[in-house]
């Protein structure tokens, strides 16, 4: 079993910065690429950036490119997303996720991801 837990989301004015952390325990953190994810009321649930299990790669939505950032530190068995230049259209309940398949490519497909934390609330005002 892998537990995810996210912290840092909150209420931030446009403009403004926000780092998302994502705790894991489990086995093997470092052997799976890790993925962030975000979900607004009615929405389905929508890529927005992933990092590989050794930290070498990352990939993103068009949406955040150019101003979130995403990292991990294998050590900790976190992940991280660095959200700058915050916008209204950012507010979110964010999600970090665990790829089913260690070492595996990037993926950005929710359904190929196996473990999820609670989500952490991301509210931007104008």
């Known amino acids: 079993q892998v537990r995810l837990v996210e912290s840092g989301g909150g209420l931030v004015q446009a403009g403004g910065s926000l780092r998302l952390s994502c705790a894991a325990s489990?086995?093997?953190?470092?052997?799976?690429?890790m993925g962030w994810f975000r979900q607004n009321a009615g929405n389905r649930r929508v890529f927005v950036a992933v990092?590989?299990?050794?930290?070498?790669?990352?990939y993103y939505a068009d949406s955040v490119k150019g101003r979130f950032t995403i990292s991990r530190d294998n050590a900790k068995e976190t992940v991280y997303l660095q959200m700058d230049s915050l916008k209204p259209e950012d507010t979110a309940v964010y999600y970090c996720?665990?790829?089913?398949?260690?070492?595996?490519?990037?993926?950005?497909?929710?359904?190929?991801?196996?473990?999820w934390g609670q989500g952490t609330q991301v509210t931007v005002s104008s």
């Open positions: 996720a665990k790829d089913r398949t260690p070492l595996r490519g990037l993926t950005i497909v929710p359904d190929e991801y196996d473990f």
């Open positions: 489990g086995r093997s953190f470092s052997s799976y690429t």
């Open positions: 990092i590989s299990a050794d930290g070498s790669r990352t």
